[in-house]
């Protein structure tokens, strides 16, 4: 899903060189002697919607625009390329769009001479020379850049109004009290209760269309034996001159980073956004429900709408995605399965966890509940690994910034949880890899949905299975070393063994949800030599001494 979500690749810096930039410090056909600054709106990277709370009462006569490009952005967490490149590529676009509005912007650019690196310290710096009145914003989509320019302004002396995100259907006060009272939450009631009160592919008498509230059964096929067929090509946009300024820049400040920009097409513009909308509602939407938890190698776009970084930037707003989606399947031009399926994750998943993150910070980053401590391994940075549906999932990943829910969920989320890897790390990897990475977002589905870490908050169970999901889902292990079906021996699927593994650690609690229970009950039918072996070979998975065996198919 994101599936991340940037935290907060928010801003990044400028220089005046370049003909669309415009220096801090120069105001059209005014000076800071003879102008009084009213409010100077901040736009972080991941808000770039002309019509954000934080334009609201805006007046170009007293007022002007603040953006930044810092490298923290960028180094928090060890962005990829295309993470990067689609933030800064959005941001330029957009700040080219507030000049022709008549708009005074101050921008700065990643590599302008005196770049504080960071959007506090930029921030802290442009205020003393622009001495603004006060300061707006729209409230900001992670936790640490928020908390880091209320206390700039705060020490400045300068009031900082954050106003509500209008970009979602709910605000954080109201899934507080969809939440207050309730001894668990679960993300299907939340989805239901707006559904009614949004009229949401609803009947006139206010029940579901359809009569079920829930098409995820009707969403699990696997592709046939021949494979996915003739898939629609995802929406792509060649670079402009803009975006090509970025890639370079990238290139030259980010060189080491991972990932690659070589086929770099993300949308960047709000015209681009809709474009690619309208493709994959007349496209691939009608495709979406049966396969969208379907894998096949080479193949990281598929059926999947490719949308969420459009709708994370503020390029697209989320109600009418939804809406374009409802109206296919009004129009017959999509099934309801596939229909409802899509407005679940938007509706639902997004909204549910944009609630949890803001209702949960700053502590839920720390949770851990089954103290999973191990180092993600190296090969999640470079794909080089004989497992053949993670060397597919890492490499897409890096290559495009992207991969679609069921690789995130199953293949390398499913892993690192198996594996035991620190929850952090692998939020701090999700972060920095996928293009739509903001931490609102990714940090629930990572820490709560992938990991379980948050025991249970997020999802009622861990998403746990052997190999032989990945062989249902996928023809990965036709060409893999290793056999899903064997949990010992030198050719069994580490993904089976450390399943195994996983419910011999945690069994006590795992046998408490009523959701796991009988997979745990399974651990009866292994005698102590064959616990010996699994626990055995799973500490050698963890420490690396798991290779290709020889002779594997």
């Given at each position: 899903?994101?599936p991340?979500?940037?935290?907060?690749?928010s801003?990044h810096a400028?220089?005046?060189?370049?003909?669309?930039a415009q220096?801090i410090?120069?105001?059209r056909?005014?000076s800071?002697?003879?102008?009084?600054?009213?409010?100077?709106?901040?736009?972080l990277?991941d808000?770039?919607d002309?019509?954000?709370?934080?334009?609201?009462?805006?007046?170009?006569?007293?007022?002007?625009?603040?953006?930044?490009?810092?490298?923290?952005?960028?180094?928090?967490?060890?962005s990829?390329?295309?993470?990067?490149?689609?933030f800064?590529?959005?941001m330029?676009?957009?700040a080219?769009?507030?000049?022709?509005?008549?708009?005074?912007?101050?921008?700065?650019?990643?590599?302008?001479?005196?770049?504080?690196?960071t959007?506090?310290?930029?921030?802290?710096?442009?205020?003393?020379?622009?001495?603004?009145?006060?300061?707006a914003?729209?409230e900001?989509?992670?936790?640490?850049?928020?908390e880091?320019?209320?206390?700039t302004?705060?020490?400045?002396?300068?009031?900082?109004?954050?106003?509500?995100d209008?970009?979602?259907?709910?605000?954080?006060?109201?899934?507080a009290?969809?939440?207050?009272?309730?001894?668990?939450?679960?993300?299907?009631?939340?989805?239901?209760?707006?559904?009614?009160?949004?009229?949401?592919?609803m009947t006139?008498?206010?029940q579901?269309?359809?009569?079920?509230w829930?098409?995820?059964?009707?969403?699990?096929?696997?592709?046939?034996?021949?494979?996915p067929g003739?898939?629609?090509p995802?929406?792509?946009?060649?670079?402009?001159?803009?975006?090509?300024?970025?890639?370079?820049?990238?290139?030259?400040?980010?060189g080491e980073?991972?990932?690659?920009?070589?086929?770099?097409?993300?949308?960047?513009?709000?015209?681009?956004?809709?474009?690619a909308?309208?493709?994959?509602?007349?496209?691939?939407?009608?495709g979406?429900?049966d396969?969208?938890?379907?894998m096949?190698?080479?193949e990281?776009?598929?059926?999947?709408?490719?949308?969420?970084?459009?709708m994370n930037?503020?390029?697209?707003?989320?109600?009418?995605?939804v809406?374009?989606?409802?109206?296919a399947?009004?129009?017959?031009?999509?099934?309801?399965?596939?229909?409802?399926?899509f407005?679940?994750?938007?509706?639902?998943?997004?909204?549910?966890?944009?609630?949890i993150?803001?209702?949960?910070?700053?502590?839920?980053?720390?949770?851990?509940?089954?103290?999973?401590?191990?180092?993600?391994?190296?090969?999640?940075w470079?794909?080089?690994?004989?497992?053949?549906?993670?060397?597919?999932?890492v490499?897409?990943?890096?290559?495009?910034?992207?991969a679609?829910?069921i690789q995130?969920?199953?293949?390398?989320?499913?892993?690192?949880?198996?594996?035991?890897?620190?929850?952090?790390?692998?939020h701090?990897?999700y972060?920095?890899?996928?293009?739509?990475?903001?931490?609102?977002?990714?940090?629930?589905?990572?820490?709560?949905?992938?990991?379980?870490?948050?025991?249970?908050?997020?999802g009622?169970?861990?998403?746990?299975?052997?190999?032989?999901?990945?062989?249902?889902?996928?023809?990965?292990?036709?060409?893999?070393?290793?056999?899903?079906?064997k949990?010992?021996?030198d050719?069994?699927?580490?993904f089976?063994?450390?399943?195994?593994?996983?419910?011999?650690?945690?069994?006590?609690?795992?046998a408490?949800?009523?959701?796991?229970?009988?997979q745990?009950?399974?651990?009866d039918?292994?005698?102590?030599?064959?616990i010996?072996?699994?626990?055995?070979?799973?500490d050698?998975i963890?420490?690396?001494?798991?290779?290709?065996?020889?002779?594997?198919?």
């Amino acid at each position: 899903m994101d599936p991340h979500g940037f935290g907060v690749a928010s801003t990044h810096a400028t220089s005046a060189a370049p003909a669309h930039a415009q220096a801090i410090g120069r105001t059209r056909g005014r000076s800071y002697a003879d102008t009084v600054l009213r409010n100077l709106v901040i736009v972080l990277g991941d808000q770039l919607d002309p019509d954000a709370s934080a334009f609201d009462e805006f007046d170009p006569a007293q007022d002007a625009v603040w953006m930044a490009e810092v490298a923290e952005e960028s180094t928090h967490v060890w962005s990829s390329k295309p993470r990067t490149a689609v933030f800064l590529a959005a941001m330029r676009h957009f700040a080219a769009d507030q000049r022709d509005a008549g708009h005074t912007l101050h921008y700065t650019e990643l590599d302008a001479r005196g770049n504080k690196g960071t959007l506090a310290d930029q921030l802290a710096a442009d205020l003393e020379k622009l001495k603004p009145e006060a300061l707006a914003m729209t409230e900001p989509g992670e936790w640490r850049v928020r908390e880091a320019l209320q206390q700039t302004a705060d020490a400045a002396g300068i009031p900082l109004d954050i106003r509500v995100d209008r970009h979602f259907f709910s605000t954080v006060a109201e899934f507080a009290e969809h939440a207050e009272g309730r001894a668990s939450l679960r993300m299907e009631y939340f989805y239901r209760e707006m559904r009614k009160r949004h009229s949401i592919l609803m009947t006139t008498r206010g029940q579901p269309v359809g009569g079920q509230w829930n098409y995820d059964a009707d969403n699990r096929k696997p592709f046939p034996k021949q494979g996915p067929g003739l898939v629609p090509p995802r929406a792509t946009f060649p670079p402009d001159e803009i975006t090509r300024e970025v890639i370079e820049l990238v290139e030259k400040e980010f060189g080491e980073h991972p990932g690659s920009l070589d086929s770099f097409a993300w949308p960047v513009t709000r015209a681009q956004a809709l474009e690619a909308l309208d493709l994959f509602i007349d496209e691939r939407l009608p495709g979406f429900g049966d396969a969208q938890d379907a894998m096949w190698p080479g193949e990281p776009w598929l059926w999947h709408a490719h949308l969420s970084s459009s709708m994370n930037l503020k390029l697209l707003h989320p109600r009418e995605v939804v809406a374009a989606a409802e109206e296919a399947y009004r129009s017959k031009r999509a099934p309801l399965s596939a229909v409802e399926g899509f407005i679940r994750q938007i509706l639902g998943w997004r909204e549910y966890v944009r609630g949890i993150y803001w209702t949960q910070m700053p502590g839920y980053v720390q949770r851990n509940a089954f103290e999973a401590f191990e180092p993600l391994p190296d090969w999640y940075w470079t794909g080089d690994t004989p497992m053949a549906c993670l060397k597919d999932a890492v490499g897409t990943t890096l290559e495009n910034g992207y991969a679609h829910h069921i690789q995130r969920l199953m293949v390398t989320g499913l892993y690192a949880m198996l594996l035991g890897v620190d929850p952090r790390e692998v939020h701090a990897w999700y972060l920095a890899v996928y293009v739509d990475a903001v931490e609102w977002v990714e940090l629930p589905n990572t820490l709560g949905m992938s990991q379980y870490a948050d025991g249970g908050l997020m999802g009622s169970k861990p998403y746990a299975a052997t190999g032989k999901y990945i062989d249902r889902m996928s023809p990965y292990c036709e060409t893999c070393p290793f056999d899903p079906a064997k949990r010992i021996g030198d050719d069994a699927c580490p993904f089976t063994t450390l399943y195994w593994d996983y419910l011999i650690r945690h069994e006590q609690p795992l046998a408490e949800n009523h959701r796991m229970a009988l997979q745990v009950k399974n651990l009866d039918r292994l005698d102590d030599d064959e616990i010996a072996a699994i626990r055995g070979r799973a500490d050698a998975i963890r420490r690396g001494d798991v290779t290709a065996p020889e002779g594997a198919r």
